[in-house]
């Protein structure tokens, strides 16, 4: 089998040769910075470094939402709009087309890797802002979790807008390629779960993943959402919304995906893995990925690490654990 055609029959629960080995983010600068002193070679292309380690090959295209000379908050997580009227004004630098280079530039990386992807060598997906990462991004960190009470309205424009622009990218893309999942990138939830009630959930959100879902479904595409920490709270929310599955299920958060699997036979997972063991050596891995190996024979699950692997991992002990990611994803369709 393809890496495309493993990747698809475990999001469709059907039984591949062996499940993928990726990892569906890439790494921190510092961990490469790291792995460059202990060996690796800076020659090679940042997205061909998967593949030098063993890995099969996985490219993320995360579609623009700001045109390039966007304005940039004056501090981290600052506010860009405060107010509706703001709000108007400022999308001349919103929802970028065809005649802004970085939109064209997303599109052909899509186009150049289209060859690989139809023969099966690459997967493709890509991925938006979703309605609790984008307007966070206009509004501020803090503006934003007040703006549910103090500009309802403003919150649903911005969603609103967002829908309608995605909806209407969606097939400039399809026209491209037709890439194996997508993702809304949301990190709407933290250690001690979701960063919002289930009332403003069903308020603000739902009322836009319903919009966008089934309009990215008629093209074949599994939809993924994107957040940290503990999501097992929200998993029936988002199932109501129409999204397939979750990523990246972080372990340091409590996500218990033995009992996620159990709670949820249907729903797609990718990641799992706790990054936390990849310091400590062969034998903690090995018992993290024994944890593991029932979901991985249930099916609908790829493992990978549960986000980007820290910088606290050697070279040697990443080699390590791509060795035994690939003697597990043979043992769990054996």
């Known amino acids: 089998m393809t890496t495309v055609e493993r990747f698809r029959a475990v999001m469709d629960f059907e039984k591949p040769d062996r499940l993928p080995v990726l990892e569906w983010a890439g790494w ?19 997205d061909r470094i998967q593949t030098h380690l063993g890995l099969d090959f996985i490219r993320r295209i995360w579609m623009p939402l ?26 001349k630098y919103l929802y970028p087309d065809m005649s802004h280079q970085n939109y064209r530039d997303k599109l ?17 997906w890509y991925s938006y802002d979703g309605f609790f990462w984008f307007p966070r991004v206009l509004l501020g960190i803090e503006n934003h979790l007040y703006s549910f009470y103090d500009e309802p309205e403003l919150y649903h424009t911005i969603c609103s807008d967002l829908a309608d622009y ?13 890439p194996d999942f997508m993702v809304i990138s949301e990190d709407m939830s933290y250690n001690n779960g979701p960063m919002l009630s289930e009332a ?9 993943y319903q919009r966008i879902i089934p309009e990215i479904k008629k093209y074949g595409t599994k939809v993924i959402v994107d957040t940290d920490g503990d999501v097992s709270m929200m998993i029936p929310w988002l199932k109501r919304a129409g999204v397939d599955g979750v990523l990246p299920l972080e372990r340091q958060a409590g996500v218990d995906l033995v009992r996620l699997r159990e709670a949820y036979p249907d729903f797609l997972f990718i990641g799992g893995f706790d990054k936390m063991t990849m310091s400590k050596g062969e034998d903690a891995m090995r018992a993290e990925f024994e944890r593991l190996l029932p979901v991985m024979r ?6 990978s690490c549960d986000h980007q692997t820290p910088p606290g991992v050697s070279l040697e002990n990443y080699r390590i654990y791509v060795r035994l990611l690939k003697e597990y994803a043979e043992k769990a369709v054996n």
Do not use: M
């Open 166 to 178: 995605i909806i209407r990218q969606l097939p400039i893309i399809y026209e491209v390629c037709k």
């Open 298 to 303: 249930a099916g609908g699950f790829i493992p």
């Open 28 to 46: 921190w600068g510092a961990t490469l910075d790291r792995w460059y002193g202990e060996g690796l070679s800076k020659d090679i292309p940042w």
């Open 108 to 124: 052909n990386v899509l186009r150049s890797l289209r060859e690989e992807h139809e023969k099966g060598d690459a997967l493709l």
């Open 200 to 208: 403003l959930f069903n308020e603000f959100l739902l009322p836009y």
């Open 66 to 91: 700001e045109t390039p000379d966007c304005p940039k908050p004056a501090f981290h997580g600052g506010p860009l709009i405060e107010s509706e009227e703001e709000y108007a004004s400022f999308k």
